[in-house]
């Protein structure tokens, strides 16, 4: 179980949450601060003052007043224009963390919510309903307005929702599930659709699965170093120690357990005295990626356990504050950060893909096949492999450094921080897929290799590659043996094996 009180919250629990298929539920302590704040809008409304969202219009309508008895109507209204969402839907994943992220934020207690919305809100997730949210239509700044106002519309019964992964209306869906829809009160429709939540849901999501591709990305570099009789002396602890960030140390440090027990690299009959970048400074390229990272997660368990929507609500004090905590800069600006960091791990490991299948850099038979010539071999997956970092070098641009004027200028700069989320999205599937063709181009040259000297650790991953994959003796059919080797870095399998013989990576 999976519980929110607005404070403790992590993006690995969402995911696990979300893949585990745990139930999800309010502390029901902190739905007291919730209800406190309810009563704030309830006062504020029998007091009549001006506030904005509550009885006034929105954005450049900020001026214009609304009267207590259209309070309801004002919501709904509020919830049917916001659904301006193009483009394909998000995934179910996506949708799903950002519910649970928004319920989590309208727990902290100044948002002025009713904890029955909340409770349907999280119903959805317990009870698999996935609104239908199109991926495009967010400028990241008055909140994800767009994706989040089609979240919320499933729970008023409007729009489409997926019940058990098939398409419904949402009324239809609700019903299928034994829900009923909700009719939003005064300041409840902007209490769920000011917020950083799309961005940052896609943002956890790139940031987990990232995660372990570097960990992956550090077993397939080993298993390149072997196959091309590396020299492991860059790896000295004490050379990192002199230049001592944390990813670096951390990425020379799991290269020597993962190689440990190696006669292929820690043969000393060499001609040369160094090797090349993308061998010698694995930890130096790799590890920077995992410092982006780690401050990546850092930035967003701040922003899950936040209040981001506008007004804010402070009870205690009997005020409310219009101000700008739904702005998605510091989310944007880490999720391009993610990109920039996970295309880099496709561009060393591309490079070392080239050095494998290339006979002038490896010492190896041309693209890794005997009888180069009649056949092709592993020419072609290089070409995939350039092909999909270079559209990376495309999408890691960063979305943060624009800025459109919305809402009649009076949103005058805003994040893009949806953009940048997807973008760094698509990064990450590609690198996956190239991290997996190392790995497949590693296991052939190995073929020419005395495996009997691969450390403990490199062989079972070899045999594992082996068990679903053959050597190549001769051109084949190779789209499925692709797919094949991505499935192996995507679901973690090539990560767990190692893991199971040495303990947890860094």
Same mark, same amino acid.
């Given at each position: 179980?999976?519980?929110?009180?607005?404070?403790?919250?992590?993006?690995?629990?969402?995911?696990?949450?979300?893949?585990?298929?745990?139930?999800?539920?309010?502390?029901?302590?902190?739905?007291?601060?919730?209800?406190?704040?309810?009563?704030?809008?309830?006062?504020?409304?029998?007091?009549?003052?001006?506030?904005?969202?509550?009885?006034?219009?929105?954005?450049?309508?900020?001026?214009?007043?609304?009267?207590?008895?259209?309070?309801?109507?004002?919501?709904?209204?509020?919830?049917?224009?916001?659904?301006?969402?193009?483009?394909?839907?998000?995934?179910?994943?996506?949708?799903?963390?950002?519910?649970?992220?928004?319920?989590?934020?309208?727990?902290?207690?100044?948002?002025?919510?009713?904890?029955?919305?909340?409770?349907?809100?999280?119903?959805?997730?317990?009870?698999?309903?996935?609104?239908?949210?199109? &991926?495009?239509?967010?400028?990241?700044?008055?909140?994800?307005?767009?994706?989040?106002?089609?979240?919320?519309?499933?729970?008023?019964?409007?729009?489409?929702?997926?019940?058990?992964?098939?398409?419904?209306?949402?009324?239809?869906?609700?019903?299928?599930?034994?829900?009923?829809?909700?009719?939003?009160?005064?300041?409840?429709?902007?209490?769920?659709?000011?917020?950083?939540?799309?961005?940052?849901?896609?943002?956890?999501?790139?940031?987990?699965?990232?995660?372990?591709?570097?960990?992956?990305?550090?077993?397939?570099?080993?298993?390149?170093?072997?196959?091309?009789?590396?020299?492991?002396?860059?790896?000295?602890?004490?050379?990192?120690?002199?230049?001592?960030?944390?990813?670096?140390?951390?990425?020379?440090?799991?290269?020597?357990?993962?190689?440990?027990?190696?006669?292929?690299?820690?043969?000393?009959?060499?001609?040369?005295?160094?090797? &090349?970048?993308?061998?010698?400074?694995?930890?130096?390229?790799?590890?920077?990626?995992?410092?982006?990272?780690?401050?990546?997660?850092?930035?967003?368990?701040?922003?899950?356990?936040?209040?981001?929507?506008?007004?804010?609500?402070?009870?205690?004090?009997?005020?409310?504050?219009?101000?700008?905590?739904?702005?998605?800069?510091?989310?944007?600006?880490?999720?391009?950060?993610?990109?920039?960091?996970?295309?880099?791990?496709?561009?060393?490991?591309?490079?070392?893909?080239?050095?494998?299948?290339?006979?002038?850099?490896?010492?190896?038979?041309?693209?890794?096949?005997?009888?180069?010539?009649?056949?092709?071999?592993?020419?072609?997956?290089?070409?995939?492999?350039?092909?999909?970092?270079?559209?990376?070098?495309?999408?890691?641009?960063?979305?943060?450094?624009?800025?459109?004027?919305?809402?009649?200028?009076?949103?005058?700069?805003?994040?893009?921080?949806?953009?940048?989320?997807?973008?760094?999205?698509?990064?990450?599937?590609?690198?996956?897929?190239?991290?997996?063709?190392?790995?497949?181009?590693?296991?052939?040259?190995?073929?020419?290799?005395?495996?009997?000297?691969?450390?403990?650790?490199?062989?079972?991953?070899?045999?594992?590659?082996?068990?679903?994959?053959?050597?190549?003796?001769?051109?084949?059919?190779?789209?499925?043996?692709?797919?094949?080797?991505?499935?192996?870095?995507?679901?973690?399998?090539?990560?767990?094996?190692?893991?199971?013989?040495?303990?947890?990576?860094?």
């Amino acid at each position: 179980m999976l519980e929110l009180s607005g404070s403790n919250l992590s993006g690995s629990q969402v995911v696990r949450a979300i893949r585990e298929g745990l139930p999800v539920v309010l502390s029901s302590l902190q739905l007291a601060e919730v209800g406190r704040a309810r009563d704030s809008v309830d006062r504020l409304l029998i007091e009549g003052k001006p506030v904005y969202g509550i009885n006034t219009g929105f954005g450049k309508l900020a001026e214009t007043p609304i009267s207590k008895d259209n309070a309801a109507e004002l919501q709904r209204n509020l919830i049917r224009s916001h659904c301006c969402g193009v483009g394909p839907p998000l995934a179910k994943e996506i949708v799903q963390a950002m519910i649970i992220l928004r319920a989590n934020a309208l727990m902290k207690g100044y948002s002025g919510i009713r904890a029955e919305v909340l409770e349907l809100l999280l119903e959805l997730v317990n009870r698999d309903v996935t609104p239908r949210v199109p &991926a495009q239509g967010s400028v990241g700044a008055s909140g994800d307005l767009a994706p989040l106002a089609h979240m919320s519309a499933t729970l008023i019964g409007e729009g489409h929702a997926y019940y058990r992964n098939k398409l419904y209306s949402s009324k239809e869906a609700l019903g299928l599930a034994g829900l009923k829809p909700v009719v939003l009160e005064a300041k409840e429709g902007l209490a769920l659709i000011n917020g950083t939540q799309g961005m940052t849901a896609q943002g956890i999501l790139v940031w987990y699965d990232g995660d372990s591709l570097l960990k992956t990305a550090d077993v397939a570099a080993a298993l390149t170093m072997e196959a091309l009789l590396a020299i492991p002396h860059s790896l000295d602890k004490r050379v990192h120690a002199l230049r001592p960030h944390q990813g670096q140390i951390a990425a020379a440090a799991n290269l020597r357990r993962i190689l440990a027990g190696s006669e292929l690299v820690h043969n000393k009959d060499r001609e040369r005295v160094q090797d &090349a970048y993308s061998l010698r400074c694995i930890p130096q390229v790799h590890g920077a990626s995992k410092d982006a990272f780690g401050y990546a997660e850092k930035v967003l368990n701040t922003e899950i356990n936040s209040v981001t929507d506008n007004p804010i609500l402070f009870p205690g004090e009997q005020d409310v504050i219009s101000a700008g905590n739904f702005h998605g800069q510091p989310v944007a600006l880490v999720l391009d950060f993610l990109g920039i960091a996970l295309a880099e791990i496709g561009n060393i490991s591309e490079r070392r893909i080239e050095r494998l299948v290339n006979p002038q850099l490896s010492g190896l038979p041309a693209f890794l096949t005997e009888e180069s010539g009649l056949n092709s071999g592993y020419m072609i997956v290089q070409y995939t492999a350039a092909a999909l970092v270079s559209e990376n070098k495309v999408l890691a641009h960063p979305a943060s450094v624009d800025s459109i004027p919305t809402s009649a200028n009076q949103e005058d700069h805003v994040s893009m921080g949806s953009i940048s989320g997807r973008k760094a999205g698509s990064i990450l599937t590609n690198v996956q897929n190239v991290v997996a063709l190392e790995l497949l181009c590693a296991c052939q040259a190995l073929e020419f290799r005395d495996r009997a000297k691969l450390s403990p650790v490199t062989r079972r991953v070899y045999e594992l590659v082996r068990d679903h994959i053959p050597p190549l003796e001769e051109d084949r059919f190779l789209e499925t043996e692709l797919k094949t080797a991505g499935h192996l870095v995507v679901s973690g399998e090539i990560l767990a094996v190692v893991e199971e013989m040495i303990g947890d990576l860094d």
